[in-house]
């Protein structure tokens, strides 16, 4: 390995180029995630480096003391095959620090993974295509502006750990996302968020109580794609999510699953309409 490799934390700058890769990978990342994924966990990101360039990257965002998600671990193709890939994915499993850590592995890396102990919890598949039609419901959701503290509390109940600087900052109105919130006799039964990406929309998370509110949710946000492609990562237990997707005219395109190393998190999958992204759990 060249000697002047190192792996080190990202610097300011560096996250929207490792989001270029993604983009280059097909991956289709927002484009705007670099925000809010930073605010997560700003020590959750690192690049292996040559000297001062960049050659590789890894993202082990932390959720509390107990949790971690693993993303973004990718070498540019000009660089693989050096021993670099191993380097930055020892540097970023050692910072989590005796964490259950998660990750969507593709298929063709499912046996790696398993390989260095994580185990598969369920399948999440890709549904993508332009909408033909808008679910109905018995609801009316609304979208949200800056009062954010009850999504905060509704996503703790959904997601692995509070994750409250991350959702604040993937929730807040910018030009390319918007989020909308479903509530019942005053209480919150849901809420995603839709964001524009390389390629047409994507819309995570959707957390909803049930398929009412989740189609109040849909109806909501699909307007805002305005004819272009919509996709949402469905796990493929949810069928009510499943089904909410296919009547909306979407198709699964991608598949990858849900792996844990350490004990994994009970998560109420009933409730995950759609994933928040795949980099960050």
């Known amino acids: 390995m060249n000697s002047e490799f190192a792996v080190r934390p990202i610097r300011p700058g560096e996250l929207e180029l490792v989001l270029e890769w993604a983009r280059q990978e097909g991956w289709n990342p927002g484009l705007d995630d670099s925000l809010a994924f930073y605010d997560a966990d700003p020590s959750g990101f690192f690049v292996g480096a040559?000297?001062?360039?960049?050659?590789?990257?890894?993202?082990?965002?932390?959720?509390?003391?107990?949790?971690?998600?693993?993303?973004?671990?990718?070498?540019?193709?000009?660089?693989?095959?050096?021993?670099?890939?191993?380097?930055?994915?020892?540097?970023?499993?050692?910072?989590?620090?005796?964490?259950?850590?998660?990750?969507?592995?593709?298929?063709?890396?499912?046996?790696?993974?398993?390989?260095?102990?994580?185990?598969e919890a369920y399948k999440?598949?890709?549904?993508?295509?332009?909408?033909?039609s808008v679910p109905q419901s018995t609801l009316i959701a609304h979208s949200v502006s800056d009062k954010v503290d009850g999504l905060l509390r509704y996503d703790a109940t959904v997601f692995p750990a509070p994750r409250p600087a991350f959702v604040a900052s993937w929730c807040s109105a910018r030009k390319h996302r918007r989020t909308a919130v479903v509530r019942k006799n005053g209480k919150i039964r849901g809420y995603g968020t839709i964001r524009r990406c390389y390629e047409g929309y994507k819309i995570g998370p959707l957390f909803a109580a049930d398929a009412d509110s989740a189609a109040?949710?849909?109806?909501?946000?699909?307007?805002?794609?305005?004819?272009?492609?919509?996709?949402?990562?469905?796990?493929?237990?949810?069928?009510?999510?499943?089904?909410?997707?296919?009547?909306?005219?979407?198709?699964?395109?991608?598949?990858?699953?849900?792996?844990?190393?350490?004990?994994?998190?009970?998560?109420?999958?009933?409730?995950?309409?759609?994933?928040?992204?795949?980099?960050?759990?």
Request: glycine fraction near 14%; aromatic fraction near 10%.
């Open 50 to 119: 040559l000297g001062e360039v960049p050659v590789g990257s890894i993202s082990v965002v932390k959720y509390g003391d107990a949790f971690a998600f693993l993303g973004l671990y990718m070498v540019h193709p000009d660089f693989r095959g050096k021993g670099y890939g191993k380097a930055i994915w020892d540097a970023g499993i050692a910072s989590a620090e005796g964490r259950s850590i998660g990750l969507d592995g593709v298929p063709a890396q499912q046996d790696n993974y398993r390989k260095v102990g994580f185990e």
């Open 124 to 132: 999440t598949v890709r549904y993508g295509g332009v909408i033909s």
């Open 216 to 281: 109040a949710l849909l109806a909501e946000l699909a307007p805002e794609a305005k004819g272009a492609q919509v996709f949402i990562d469905i796990p493929s237990e949810n069928k009510e999510a499943v089904a909410l997707a296919s009547g909306m005219g979407l198709e699964p395109v991608f598949e990858t699953a849900r792996m844990y190393r350490g004990t994994a998190p009970s998560m109420p999958l009933k409730s995950v309409f759609g994933v928040t992204t795949l980099e960050l759990g």
